[in-house]
T-cell receptor, first 115, second 112 residues
Framework: DADVTQTPRNRITKTGKRIMLECSQT?????MYWYRQDPGLGLRLIYY???????NKGEISDGYSVSRQAQAKFSLSLESAIPNQTALYFC??????????????FGPGTRLTVL | GQQVMQIPQYQHVQEGEDFTTYCNSS?????IQWYKQRPGGHPVFLIQ?????EVKKQKRLTFQFGEAKKNSSLHITATQTTDVGTYFC????????????FGKGTLLTVNP
């Protein structure tokens, strides 16, 4: 899954700082997603985008914003980071197909720590 | 909203023992997917089930989708140390937005 890359891979920041996590893909997929993973809580959807002009909130979008700069790029921003946003963040992509719910391909993740 | 419950949260087995994780949805699902995440890694797609009562096998892994399309299971026969990781189910409940809801996962550890 080197086709989906995330930068940075690790980041430590302070409360109140603005931070951007970036995701790029070479799979040619239209659909992109941002998830956060916390121990014992599984993967929770933050935002998703089904094409460049389509942005949708997931179940935990408060405190986050996104930008779909191109088909291949989907960025997640924390406008003013707080400690409970410390988590592992994953970007994922999927095809737009005739059958809903196609396989999602995940990036390697970004481990974010907010002090 | 849609909820997907997964049990158990943890399972420790001796190598060679069988393992099963169960997934239950609060709503009828269009399909269900299973992912595996190795320690320190990212989720990797295993399989997708679409039809009511569907059973699929991948070597020692057997996946089932319930008749009512509200539950699913993953069974591993004769576990190996390479099976270690967290197994997630993810359900799709249809509608126009096609987004998955993940269970909290089952962490499997295998004692050699």
């Amino acid at each position: 899954d080197a086709d989906v890359t995330q930068t940075p891979r690790n980041r430590i920041t302070k409360t109140g700082k603005r931070i951007m996590l970036e995701c790029s893909q070479t799979k040619g997929h239209d659909r992109m997603y941002w998830y956060r993973q916390d121990p014992g809580l599984g993967l929770r959807l933050i935002y998703y985008s089904f094409d460049v002009k389509d942005i949708n909130k997931g179940e935990i979008s408060d405190g986050y914003s996104v930008s779909r700069q191109a088909q291949a790029k989907f960025s997640l921003s924390l406008e003013s980071a707080i400690p409970n946003q410390t988590a592992l963040y994953f970007c994922a992509t999927s095809e737009t197909g005739t059958q809903p719910g196609n396989e999602q391909f995940f990036g390697p993740g970004t481990r974010l720590t907010v002090l | 909203g849609q909820q997907v419950m997964q049990i158990p949260q943890y399972q420790h087995v001796q190598e060679g023992e069988d393992f099963t994780t169960y997934c239950n949805s609060s709503t009828t699902l269009s399909n269900i997917q299973w992912y595996k995440q190795r320690p320190g890694g990212h989720p990797v797609f295993l399989i997708q089930l679409v039809k009511s009562g569907e059973v699929k096998k991948q070597k020692r892994l057997t996946f089932q989708f319930g008749e009512a399309k509200k539950n699913s299971s993953l069974h591993i026969t004769a576990t190996q140390t390479t099976d270690v990781g967290t197994y997630f189910c993810a359900g799709l409940s249809g509608g126009s937005n096609y987004k998955l809801t993940f269970g909290k996962g089952t962490l499997l550890t295998v004692n050699p």
